[in-house]
């Protein structure tokens, strides 16, 4: 199992730092900024509000780091697991996608990939991963593969390059949207191979409705195809959806209700002239 060294180490910094504080309530009142409450500590230190006031700082600035990392991640408005119609799919492992809501994977640096055809659910399925992931304290970004190699492929300098290969490298989990919906050339192929590349040990979701014996179309003429695959399958769990689009279906009942609501319009018209 590989473990990110750097983010056990801060984690357990923070633990060590928030159990200290709890113990000590000067410390605790330091480590939320409450500096106009340490100059008056000697007058104040007795008060019956100190710790329910300590309470409140630290449930707001809970809430304020939730809803910035919840930002920064860029995950977009999502319907909940709570939603989704698990007997629309005609194939679809649920128990697999279950324990990957347990999020092992990320602390075995394990990917996953979302293979079906578009509009059975496996955007809604990566941006709960991904929220579930936020929720746990993790760094996630998510992002479309046309998105973020569009941002890769800038023609700028190799500095440049670099800050921004940090945005999609960095994070403990990257979710990347909608491979094979698109073709590119063969420096967004390489692009993409780096990036996954870099991020050994970290965690990659990709949805993508091409099979991996289909992606010489989505990155023809690329020579890094291969190993691209490779690096991704490397502990990856591949869960397949097999089925009609949803979308579709939506739209089609969508139709279906307007037309009966047309239909008894008219009814009501006619009726009302006679």
């Known amino acids: 199992m590989t473990v990110n060294i750097t983010d056990k180490h801060n984690k357990s910094k923070v633990v060590r730092e928030t159990g200290s504080a709890a113990q000590d309530p000067k410390l605790r009142a330091k480590v939320l900024g409450l500096y106009g409450l340490l100059a008056r500590w000697d007058e104040v230190r007795e008060e019956p509000?100190?710790?329910?006031?300590f309470s409140i700082e630290e449930e707001e600035r809970k809430r304020r780091s939730l809803e910035r990392r919840i930002r920064n991640a860029r995950i977009g408005s999502f319907k909940p697991m709570t939603d989704f119609e698990w007997d629309w799919p005609t194939r679809i492992d649920r128990e697999a996608i279950d324990?990957?809501?347990?999020?092992?994977?990320?602390?075995?640096?394990?990917?996953?990939?979302?293979?079906?055809?578009?509009?059975?659910?496996k955007t809604m399925i990566a941006q709960n991963l991904a929220y579930d992931a936020v929720l746990r304290g993790e760094t996630v970004r998510f992002t479309t593969a046309s998105?973020?190699?569009?941002?890769?492929?800038?023609?700028?300098?190799?500095?440049?390059?670099?800050?921004?290969?940090?945005?999609?490298?960095?994070?403990?989990?990257?979710?990347?949207?909608?491979?094979g919906y698109l073709s590119y050339g063969t420096r967004?192929?390489?692009l993409l191979f780096e990036v996954v590349n870099r991020r050994h040990g970290k965690s990659t979701i990709v949805t993508t409705n091409k099979a991996f014996r289909e992606w010489n179309e989505v990155f023809p003429n690329s020579a890094s195809v291969v190993a691209l695959i490779d690096r991704l399958v490397h502990r990856a769990e591949v869960v397949l959806i097999e089925g009609e689009s949803y979308r579709?279906?939506?739209?089609?009942?969508?139709?279906?209700?307007?037309?009966?609501?047309?239909?008894?319009?008219?009814?009501?018209?006619?009726?009302k002239e006679k």
């Not at 579709?248 to 009726?271: D, M, P, Y």
Request: overall charge positive; proline content about 2%.
């Open 147 to 179: 998105e973020m190699l569009n941002d890769l492929g800038m023609p700028e300098t190799t500095t440049s390059l670099n800050r921004r290969m940090r945005k999609y490298c960095h994070p403990r989990l990257l979710a990347i949207d909608e491979v």
């Open 49 to 53: 509000w100190l710790q329910e006031l």
């Open 248 to 271: 579709k279906k939506e739209a089609e009942e969508r139709a279906a209700r307007k037309a009966l609501e047309r239909g008894k319009r008219a009814g009501a018209r006619k009726r």
């Open 188 to 190: 967004h192929a390489d």
């Open 99 to 121: 324990e990957l809501f347990a999020l092992e994977f990320l602390e075995e640096g394990g990917n996953v990939i979302l293979l079906g055809a578009n509009g059975l659910g």
